[in-house]
Protein backbone atom coordinates (compact mmCIF):
# COMPACT_ATOMS: atom_id res chain seq x y z
CA UNK A 1 0.00 0.00 0.00
CA UNK A 2 1.96 3.00 -1.60
CA UNK A 3 2.27 5.73 -4.04
CA UNK A 4 4.78 4.13 -5.70
CA UNK A 5 6.00 1.14 -3.75
CA UNK A 6 5.78 -2.08 -6.21
CA UNK A 7 8.47 -1.68 -8.53
CA UNK A 8 11.27 -0.36 -5.94
CA UNK A 9 14.05 -2.96 -5.71
CA UNK A 10 14.58 -3.28 -1.54
CA UNK A 11 17.92 -3.36 0.14
CA UNK A 12 17.90 -6.75 2.34
CA UNK A 13 17.21 -6.37 5.88
CA UNK A 14 20.24 -5.66 8.61
CA UNK A 15 20.24 -6.99 12.08
CA UNK A 16 16.02 -6.82 14.00
CA UNK A 17 16.47 -5.20 17.07
CA UNK A 18 13.30 -5.88 18.97
CA UNK A 19 12.31 -3.34 21.06
CA UNK A 20 9.73 -4.34 24.06
CA UNK A 21 8.74 -1.13 26.28
CA UNK A 22 8.12 -2.15 29.65
CA UNK A 23 6.05 -0.90 32.50
CA UNK A 24 5.26 -3.47 35.71
CA UNK A 25 5.58 -6.42 33.69
CA UNK A 26 7.70 -8.80 35.73
CA UNK A 27 5.19 -11.50 35.43
CA UNK A 28 5.74 -11.41 31.62
CA UNK A 29 9.10 -10.03 30.87
CA UNK A 30 11.14 -13.12 30.67
CA UNK A 31 8.02 -15.17 29.11
CA UNK A 32 8.03 -12.93 25.75
CA UNK A 33 11.80 -12.06 25.41
CA UNK A 34 12.33 -16.26 25.65
CA UNK A 35 9.88 -16.36 22.92
CA UNK A 36 11.36 -13.96 20.87
CA UNK A 37 15.19 -15.43 21.31
CA UNK A 38 13.48 -18.92 20.21
CA UNK A 39 11.34 -17.72 17.24
CA UNK A 40 14.24 -15.83 15.55
CA UNK A 41 17.09 -16.43 17.56
CA UNK A 42 19.29 -14.05 14.88
CA UNK A 43 17.25 -11.16 16.22
CA UNK A 44 18.26 -8.48 19.17
CA UNK A 45 16.15 -7.74 22.24
CA UNK A 46 16.42 -4.03 23.54
CA UNK A 47 13.54 -3.58 26.80
CA UNK A 48 13.06 -0.34 27.66
CA UNK A 49 11.85 -0.11 31.27
CA UNK A 50 10.90 3.27 32.94
CA UNK A 51 11.95 2.52 36.48
CA UNK A 52 9.20 -0.02 37.02
CA UNK A 53 7.74 0.33 40.37
CA UNK A 54 7.54 -4.04 40.50
CA UNK A 55 11.41 -4.42 39.48
CA UNK A 56 11.05 -5.51 35.86
CA UNK A 57 14.07 -3.38 35.38
CA UNK A 58 16.30 -5.84 37.68
CA UNK A 59 14.64 -9.01 35.31
CA UNK A 60 15.92 -7.55 32.77
CA UNK A 61 18.65 -6.73 33.75
CA UNK A 62 19.31 -10.83 34.59
CA UNK A 63 18.58 -11.59 31.39
CA UNK A 64 20.54 -9.47 29.76
CA UNK A 65 23.49 -10.58 32.21
CA UNK A 66 23.01 -14.47 30.47
CA UNK A 67 22.73 -13.39 26.87
CA UNK A 68 24.96 -11.26 24.66
CA UNK A 69 21.48 -10.54 22.58
CA UNK A 70 19.44 -8.79 25.41
CA UNK A 71 20.00 -5.40 26.31
CA UNK A 72 18.35 -2.67 28.35
CA UNK A 73 17.56 0.47 28.48
CA UNK A 74 16.24 2.04 31.78
CA UNK A 75 14.67 4.99 31.86
CA UNK A 76 14.12 7.74 34.60
CA UNK A 77 10.31 6.83 35.34
CA UNK A 78 6.95 6.40 33.28
CA UNK A 79 6.91 8.75 30.54
CA UNK A 80 4.68 6.99 28.37
CA UNK A 81 4.31 4.29 25.54
CA UNK A 82 5.92 6.68 22.57
CA UNK A 83 8.71 8.42 24.67
CA UNK A 84 10.35 4.81 25.60
CA UNK A 85 9.81 3.68 21.95
CA UNK A 86 11.68 6.94 20.16
CA UNK A 87 14.27 6.65 22.90
CA UNK A 88 14.41 2.78 21.80
CA UNK A 89 14.60 3.59 17.99
CA UNK A 90 17.13 5.86 18.42
CA UNK A 91 19.21 3.52 20.94
CA UNK A 92 18.68 0.95 17.66
CA UNK A 93 20.08 3.30 15.14
CA UNK A 94 22.85 4.36 16.94
CA UNK A 95 24.02 0.96 17.07
CA UNK A 96 23.83 -0.15 13.83
CA UNK A 97 20.22 -2.01 13.71
CA UNK A 98 18.70 -2.11 10.24
CA UNK A 99 15.38 -3.29 11.39
CA UNK A 100 13.29 -1.54 14.60
CA UNK A 101 10.80 -4.12 15.98
CA UNK A 102 7.68 -2.43 18.22
CA UNK A 103 6.64 -5.24 20.45
CA UNK A 104 4.43 -5.19 24.13
CA UNK A 105 5.57 -7.13 26.82
CA UNK A 106 2.25 -8.88 27.66
CA UNK A 107 2.36 -11.39 25.56
CA UNK A 108 -0.28 -9.59 22.80
CA UNK A 109 2.30 -9.96 20.15
CA UNK A 110 3.02 -13.04 19.58
CA UNK A 111 6.83 -12.97 18.76
CA UNK A 112 6.18 -16.84 16.98
CA UNK A 113 4.37 -14.19 14.49
CA UNK A 114 7.85 -12.16 13.92
CA UNK A 115 9.08 -14.51 10.91
CA UNK A 116 6.33 -13.24 9.07
CA UNK A 117 6.14 -9.49 9.78
CA UNK A 118 10.01 -9.73 8.51
CA UNK A 119 9.12 -11.34 5.64
CA UNK A 120 6.69 -8.71 4.11
CA UNK A 121 9.50 -5.77 5.15
CA UNK A 122 11.77 -7.66 2.95
CA UNK A 123 9.62 -5.51 0.68
CA UNK A 124 8.05 -2.94 2.33
CA UNK A 125 8.95 0.51 4.13
CA UNK A 126 7.13 -0.59 7.21
CA UNK A 127 5.22 -3.82 8.04
CA UNK A 128 2.40 -3.64 10.86
CA UNK A 129 0.97 -6.32 12.01
CA UNK A 130 -2.92 -5.70 11.91
CA UNK A 131 -6.35 -7.42 13.78
CA UNK A 132 -8.29 -5.95 10.83
CA UNK A 133 -7.19 -7.63 7.82
CA UNK A 134 -8.27 -10.79 6.56
CA UNK A 135 -6.72 -13.68 8.54
CA UNK A 136 -6.32 -11.38 11.56
CA UNK A 137 -7.80 -12.85 15.11
CA UNK A 138 -8.40 -11.57 18.26
CA UNK A 139 -8.17 -13.91 20.97
CA UNK A 140 -10.23 -13.50 24.62
CA UNK A 141 -10.64 -9.80 23.80
CA UNK A 142 -14.29 -8.47 25.08
CA UNK A 143 -16.44 -7.05 22.77
CA UNK A 144 -16.34 -3.56 24.47
CA UNK A 145 -12.23 -3.61 23.60
CA UNK A 146 -12.96 -4.58 20.00
CA UNK A 147 -15.77 -2.13 19.20
CA UNK A 148 -13.48 0.65 20.95
CA UNK A 149 -10.20 -0.68 18.85
CA UNK A 150 -12.39 -1.30 15.46
CA UNK A 151 -13.80 1.75 15.68
CA UNK A 152 -10.41 3.97 16.44
CA UNK A 153 -9.02 2.43 13.79
CA UNK A 154 -12.00 3.37 11.46
CA UNK A 155 -12.61 6.83 12.59
CA UNK A 156 -8.86 7.48 12.45
CA UNK A 157 -8.72 5.55 8.75
CA UNK A 158 -11.35 7.83 7.56
CA UNK A 159 -10.20 10.78 9.30
CA UNK A 160 -6.74 10.78 8.07
CA UNK A 161 -7.64 9.42 4.84
CA UNK A 162 -5.38 6.26 4.47
CA UNK A 163 -6.05 2.62 3.37
CA UNK A 164 -4.60 1.11 6.64
CA UNK A 165 -7.07 -1.09 8.54
CA UNK A 166 -5.02 -1.34 11.74
CA UNK A 167 -3.80 1.99 12.51
CA UNK A 168 -3.60 1.95 16.87
CA UNK A 169 -1.73 -1.79 16.50
CA UNK A 170 1.58 -1.82 18.18
CA UNK A 171 3.12 -4.94 16.43
CA UNK A 172 5.15 -3.40 13.84
CA UNK A 173 8.61 -3.84 12.05
CA UNK A 174 10.45 -0.93 10.54
CA UNK A 175 13.51 -0.32 8.34
CA UNK A 176 15.62 2.12 9.95
CA UNK A 177 15.65 4.25 7.20
CA UNK A 178 12.06 4.67 7.34
CA UNK A 179 12.73 6.10 10.67
CA UNK A 180 15.17 8.24 9.87
CA UNK A 181 13.10 9.92 7.11
CA UNK A 182 10.18 10.40 8.96
CA UNK A 183 12.10 12.43 11.57
CA UNK A 184 11.25 11.32 14.92
CA UNK A 185 11.52 14.03 16.75
CA UNK A 186 8.33 16.12 15.94
CA UNK A 187 6.05 13.00 17.39
CA UNK A 188 5.06 13.91 20.69
CA UNK A 189 2.27 11.43 21.27
CA UNK A 190 1.77 9.08 23.56
CA UNK A 191 -0.28 5.97 23.60
CA UNK A 192 -2.52 4.74 20.04
CA UNK A 193 -2.24 7.99 19.00
CA UNK A 194 1.66 7.53 18.87
CA UNK A 195 1.10 4.47 16.43
CA UNK A 196 -1.67 6.33 15.01
CA UNK A 197 0.50 9.27 14.00
CA UNK A 198 4.07 6.83 12.88
CA UNK A 199 1.26 4.39 10.43
CA UNK A 200 -0.33 7.72 8.44
CA UNK A 201 3.52 9.82 8.58
CA UNK A 202 4.52 6.85 6.52
CA UNK A 203 1.89 6.14 4.72
CA UNK A 204 1.95 10.25 3.53
CA UNK A 205 5.48 10.39 3.53
CA UNK A 206 5.24 7.83 0.47
CA UNK A 207 6.54 4.46 2.08
CA UNK A 208 5.61 1.34 1.20
CA UNK A 209 3.42 0.11 4.17
CA UNK A 210 1.97 -3.39 4.19
CA UNK A 211 -0.19 -4.57 6.37
CA UNK A 212 0.50 -8.35 7.74
CA UNK A 213 -2.65 -10.38 9.43
CA UNK A 214 -1.79 -11.34 12.91
CA UNK A 215 -3.27 -12.63 16.08
CA UNK A 216 -3.86 -10.47 18.72
CA UNK A 217 -3.99 -12.43 22.39
CA UNK A 218 -5.05 -10.09 25.27
CA UNK A 219 -2.75 -9.88 27.98
CA UNK A 220 -3.12 -12.88 31.01
CA UNK A 221 -1.00 -11.19 33.91
CA UNK A 222 -0.45 -7.82 34.79
CA UNK A 223 -2.77 -4.58 34.51
CA UNK A 224 -3.02 -2.71 31.81
CA UNK A 225 -1.54 0.59 31.35
CA UNK A 226 -4.77 1.73 28.71
CA UNK A 227 -6.22 4.48 30.58
CA UNK A 228 -8.88 7.17 30.08
CA UNK A 229 -6.47 9.80 29.28
CA UNK A 230 -4.38 7.87 26.46
CA UNK A 231 -8.09 7.33 24.80
CA UNK A 232 -8.83 10.59 25.00
CA UNK A 233 -5.72 12.18 23.57
CA UNK A 234 -5.69 9.62 20.69
CA UNK A 235 -9.62 10.75 20.02
CA UNK A 236 -8.33 14.53 20.24
CA UNK A 237 -5.57 14.53 18.46
CA UNK A 238 -6.48 12.40 15.48
CA UNK A 239 -9.58 14.65 14.83
CA UNK A 240 -6.97 17.99 15.14
CA UNK A 241 -4.64 16.04 12.57
CA UNK A 242 -7.29 15.66 10.24
CA UNK A 243 -9.40 18.68 10.08
CA UNK A 244 -6.16 20.88 9.86
CA UNK A 245 -5.18 18.33 6.90
CA UNK A 246 -8.79 19.08 5.82
CA UNK A 247 -8.63 22.70 5.95
CA UNK A 248 -5.17 22.79 4.21
CA UNK A 249 -6.59 20.69 1.40
CA UNK A 250 -9.56 23.11 0.90
CA UNK A 251 -7.19 26.03 1.13
CA UNK A 252 -4.93 24.47 -1.31
CA UNK A 253 -7.44 23.96 -3.68
CA UNK A 254 -8.48 27.84 -3.53
CA UNK A 255 -5.19 29.41 -4.28
CA UNK A 256 -5.06 27.04 -7.55
N1 LIG B 1 8.50 1.96 29.06
C1 LIG B 1 7.18 2.08 29.09
N2 LIG B 1 6.38 1.06 28.69
C2 LIG B 1 5.05 1.23 28.75
C3 LIG B 1 4.43 2.41 29.22
N3 LIG B 1 3.08 2.26 29.14
C4 LIG B 1 2.87 1.02 28.64
N4 LIG B 1 4.04 0.39 28.41
C5 LIG B 1 4.27 -0.94 27.84
O1 LIG B 1 3.70 -0.93 26.56
C6 LIG B 1 3.12 -2.18 26.25
C7 LIG B 1 1.62 -2.01 25.96
O2 LIG B 1 0.95 -1.61 27.14
P1 LIG B 1 -0.39 -2.31 27.65
O3 LIG B 1 -0.67 -1.97 29.05
O4 LIG B 1 -0.34 -3.76 27.32
O5 LIG B 1 -1.43 -1.55 26.78
P2 LIG B 1 -2.58 -2.20 25.98
O6 LIG B 1 -2.05 -3.36 25.22
O7 LIG B 1 -3.21 -1.10 25.26
O8 LIG B 1 -3.58 -2.66 27.13
P3 LIG B 1 -4.09 -4.16 27.43
O9 LIG B 1 -4.90 -4.57 26.25
O10 LIG B 1 -4.88 -4.06 28.65
O11 LIG B 1 -2.88 -5.02 27.58
C8 LIG B 1 3.40 -3.08 27.45
O12 LIG B 1 4.59 -3.78 27.20
C9 LIG B 1 3.59 -2.07 28.58
O13 LIG B 1 4.40 -2.54 29.62
C10 LIG B 1 5.29 3.47 29.65
O14 LIG B 1 4.88 4.54 30.08
N5 LIG B 1 6.65 3.25 29.57
MG1 LIG C 1 -1.42 -5.03 26.09
Not at 35 to 60: C, F
Not at 76 to 98: D, N, Q
Not at 102 to 130: C, F, I, N, V, Y
Not at 213 to 229: H, W
Request: with cysteine; hydrophobic share 40%.
Amino acid sequence: MSHSGQQRRYEPLGTVLVIIPTYNEADNIQSVVGRVRSAVPEAHVLIADDNSPDGTGKIADELAADDEHIQVLHRRGKEGLGVAYLAGFKWGIEHGYGVLVEMDADGSHQPEELPRLLTALKGADLALGSRWVPGGRIVNWPKHREFISRGGSTYSRLLLDVPIRDLTGGYRAFRKETLEGLGMDAVASQGYCFQVDLAHRAYRAGYHVVEVPITFVERERGDSKMSRDIFAEALWRVTAWGVSRRVKKLLGHRHT
